[in-house]
């Protein structure tokens, strides 16, 4: 898949996991831009064109759920995956297209997320 | 003496000289003297007046003396009124006098002889007061005892009150002898202990409740003994076989050598405390799990992306490339254990149709070598394929849980029996799919019984997290289901079995959506996990 087109935003509170998280996917071969808080996430939104959010769930300023609802309401069909190091599924995570934790690994991330812009793009035609 | 007090002498006779002699002889006998001058004026009189002592003269012209009295003697009243008739003395009229069978008689004849007739009013005087007094006596007499019955009735009726309000008590009152004999046991003694009352009176109360006393029972009974009173809580058994807690009050009462003791069933309320305690336990430990979880997941991503980094980095060699591979595993070892011990983590929002005869399956296949090792014998019988919709990872965990479990209760070889079958629950209306993994390993030991279910409890000391059986049994409460353990021994051997229940497939398949929706209904509708 091309992978190198596609813009993934990476929205996390902690500088350092959100930088590695960064790396993984650069390595991947995804282009990211992270953003460090929800709010940020939005602006940036607002400004260019993004295939994918990837957010972190517990961060102060407005929770990966909120952000997601936020994000569907203004684009329903920009994909939002929530990652968070929360085992249970918080009870609004069905505004996000995916919940996974954090213990799954950089493997199984990566796949679900080229199988989530896989499935995008063949319901897009 | 007073006026009143005075007895009375009714006097009858036609002659006024006669009645003013009589009136001078018995002048000293401090009397009323009432004089009639005819027998009709002398009836009046006796109307009206207590009369002690009727002098009566026989021969009287229209009323005579005889006739008089016998009026007199009709009525009531006058029955006994002493009558002293003066007459002159002829045989005929002794005769008469004799006729009276009844009452005070006599007569004294003429000439008066003012000495004898003092003499005999006197008699009759003193004999009418002493009777008097009698009468005021008994009188007295009567209404003290009125008063005594009344009395007494009042007491009767507050103790029957009392005695009444005892059987309602819902306590368990009883009184015993300082040797335990029972004299009472009310109506809540006989429900909470299940012995009708006399069944147990005059039989030993330690007996007959098998008492278990929270110190010697020999100082508990002294102490009440010299204390008066004891107060505490004391576990008795009921006729069925069944602990009680009960909440005690004795008193020793001295004067009758008796022991009155009050008995409050709490047995209820301690173990909805004990549960409570419980409940909050284990919330707490959720709490902190999660917050652990959170907390060593953050970081545990980090590292984990970073290690993935570096392998993946072009400048590695093969050596440093297979060292940070190492690392690898190791951390994905750390994230198995956050991931089925600190929280339950599912990977996906929709329950799946899940064979759990697959499932216990797999784990065995995973145990193989382990139960090779151990020589360990299988024993398997699967009744049904076991299909119900669930979480595989979490079904799997429950069963990987317990057969590993049954395994390490058996180093020395033994045998793994596992059953997979149907029951149909009579309470839910549906087929419940029962699983049994028993071992011959060690047994359980009863104090360790009812800790097993919680968070780190653990027998195998360095091995276990002792969060393997808490963690099955939330998730099949989940399911509605549950997780029982017995553990028996049987010709020489301990026999340890689990066997859980879960919702069977149809139509219970309805109840268990209903759970895993418990995001609400728009879960089921949103783009979720379709992966």
């Not at chain 2, 991931?339 to 339950?344: A, E, I, N, V, W």
């Given at each position: 898949m091309d992978t190198y087109n596609t813009f993934i935003l990476c929205v996390d509170d902690e500088e350092l996991p959100l930088t590695l998280r960064k790396l993984v996917l650069e390595l991947e071969g995804y282009q990211v831009i992270t953003a460090r808080s929800a709010p940020d996430a939005l602006r940036i939104l607002d400004d260019r064109p993004v295939d994918l959010v990837l957010t972190d769930q517990v961060m102060p300023g407005g929770t990966g759920t909120e952000l997601a609802q936020s994000i569907k309401r203004k684009w329903p069909d920009m994909p939002v995956i929530l990652i968070s190091g929360i085992n249970e599924v918080p009870p609004d995570a069905m505004y996000a297209d995916l919940f996974i934790s954090k213990v799954e690994g950089p493997a199984a991330l990566c796949a679900k997320i080229s199988a989530i812009l896989s499935a995008r793009r063949c319901s897009l035609g | 003496m007073t006026e009143a007090q005075k007895v009375n002498i009714l006097m009858v006779d036609d002659q006024p000289a006669k009645l003013l002699s009589y009136e001078a002889i018995l002048a000293n006998l401090d009397a009323n003297l009432i004089k009639a001058r005819s027998g009709r004026e002398g009836l009046e009189l006796l109307l009206k007046h207590d009369v002690a002592v009727v002098l009566l003269d026989v021969s009287m012209p229209e009323i005579n003396g005889f006739e008089m009295a016998d009026m007199m003697r009709q009525?009531?009243?006058?029955?006994?009124?002493?009558?002293?008739?003066?007459?002159?003395?002829?045989?005929?009229?002794?005769?008469?006098?004799?006729?009276?069978?009844?009452?005070?008689?006599?007569?004294?004849?003429?000439?008066?002889?003012?000495?004898?007739?003092?003499?005999?009013?006197?008699?009759?005087?003193?004999?009418?007061?002493?009777?008097?007094?009698?009468?005021?006596?008994?009188?007295?007499?009567?209404?003290?005892?009125?008063?005594?019955?009344?009395?007494?009735?009042?007491?009767?009726?507050?103790?029957?009150?009392?005695?009444?309000?005892?059987?309602?008590?819902?306590?368990?009152?009883?009184?015993?002898?300082?040797?335990?004999?029972?004299?009472?046991?009310?109506?809540?003694?006989?429900?909470?202990?299940?012995?009708?009352?006399?069944?147990?009176?005059?039989?030993?109360?330690?007996?007959?409740?098998?008492?278990?006393?929270?110190?010697?029972?020999?100082?508990?009974?002294s102490t009440l003994v010299s204390r008066g009173r004891w107060d505490g809580n004391l576990v008795q058994k009921t006729r069925d076989g069944r602990e009680v807690i009960v909440a005690s009050r004795q008193v020793y009462k001295k004067e009758v050598g008796s022991i009155l003791e009050i008995n409050r069933d709490i047995t209820a309320q301690i173990r909805a405390e004990e549960a409570l305690r419980q409940t909050e336990r284990l919330a707490a430990m959720g709490r902190v799990a999660g917050i652990i979880a959170h907390e060593i997941n953050n970081p545990l991503e980090?590292?984990?992306?970073?290690?993935?980094?570096?392998?993946?980095?072009?400048?590695?060699?093969?050596?440093?490339?297979?060292?940070?591979?190492?690392?690898?595993?190791?951390?994905?070892?750390?994230?198995?254990?956050?991931?089925?011990?600190?929280?339950?983590?599912?990977?996906?929002?929709?329950?799946?149709?899940?064979?759990?005869?697959?499932?216990?399956?797999?784990?065995?296949?995973?145990?193989?070598?382990?139960?090779?090792?151990?020589?360990?014998?299988?024993?398997?019988?699967?009744?049904?394929?076991?299909?119900?919709?669930?979480?595989?990872?979490?079904?799997?965990?429950?069963?990987?849980?317990?057969?590993?479990?049954?395994?390490?209760?058996?180093?020395?070889?033994?045998?793994?029996?596992?059953?997979?079958?149907?029951?149909?629950?009579?309470?839910?209306?549906?087929?419940?799919?029962c699983v049994s993994v028993c071992d011959t390993g060690g047994g359980i030991r009863p104090e360790h019984a009812k800790h097993l279910f919680e968070p780190f409890f653990t027998t195998k000391a360095t091995k276990g997290t002792g969060l393997g059986l808490w963690i099955s049994k939330g998730i099949v409460q989940k399911y509605d289901g549950a997780i029982h353990f017995r553990s028996i021994t049987f010709k020489g051997k301990n026999?340890?079995?689990?066997?859980?229940?879960?919702?069977?497939?149809?139509?219970?398949?309805?109840?268990?959506?209903?759970?895993?929706?418990?995001?609400?209904?728009?879960?089921?509708?949103?783009?979720l996990g379709h992966l």
């Open positions: - | 009525h009531p009243r006058f029955q006994k009124t002493a009558i002293l008739f003066i007459s002159a003395v002829r045989m005929s009229d002794l005769d008469r006098i004799k006729g009276y069978q009844s009452g005070a008689v006599d007569y004294i004849s003429v000439p008066v002889v003012p000495e004898v007739l003092r003499a005999k009013v006197s008699v009759f005087v003193e004999l009418h007061r002493k009777s008097r007094e009698l009468e005021n006596l008994n009188r007295e007499l009567e209404t003290r005892v009125e008063q005594r019955t009344r009395q007494l009735q009042e007491s009767e009726n507050l103790l029957r009150e009392r005695a009444d309000l005892l059987e309602l008590a819902s306590e368990a009152i009883l009184v015993r002898d300082l040797s335990g004999v029972l004299t009472y046991w009310n109506a809540g003694a006989e429900v909470l202990y299940g012995w009708d009352r006399n069944e147990v009176l005059g039989k030993p109360v330690h007996e007959i409740l098998g008492t278990e006393f929270p110190v010697e029972s020999t100082s508990s009974e980090a590292i984990t992306n970073a290690f993935y980094l570096l392998r993946n980095h072009p400048s590695l060699n093969e050596e440093a490339r297979y060292y940070a591979q190492l690392g690898e595993v190791e951390l994905a070892r750390v994230g198995h254990i956050t991931k089925q011990t600190l929280g339950f983590y599912r990977e996906s929002q929709h329950p799946v149709n899940v064979g759990i005869g697959e499932i216990i399956d797999d784990v065995l296949q995973l145990q193989a070598r382990q139960l090779l090792i151990n020589r360990i014998s299988l024993d398997k019988k699967y009744f049904t394929d076991g299909e119900i919709r669930g979480f595989p990872v979490e079904l799997r965990q429950v069963f990987l849980n317990l057969i590993s479990n049954a395994i390490q209760a058996m180093p020395y070889g033994g045998n793994l029996r596992i059953r997979m079958g149907t029951r149909w629950n009579e309470a839910s209306g549906r087929q419940d799919l026999i340890t079995s689990f066997r859980v229940t879960l919702p069977g497939v149809s139509p219970a398949s309805k109840g268990l959506e209903s759970t895993y929706h418990a995001l609400g209904d728009e879960t089921s509708r949103a783009p």
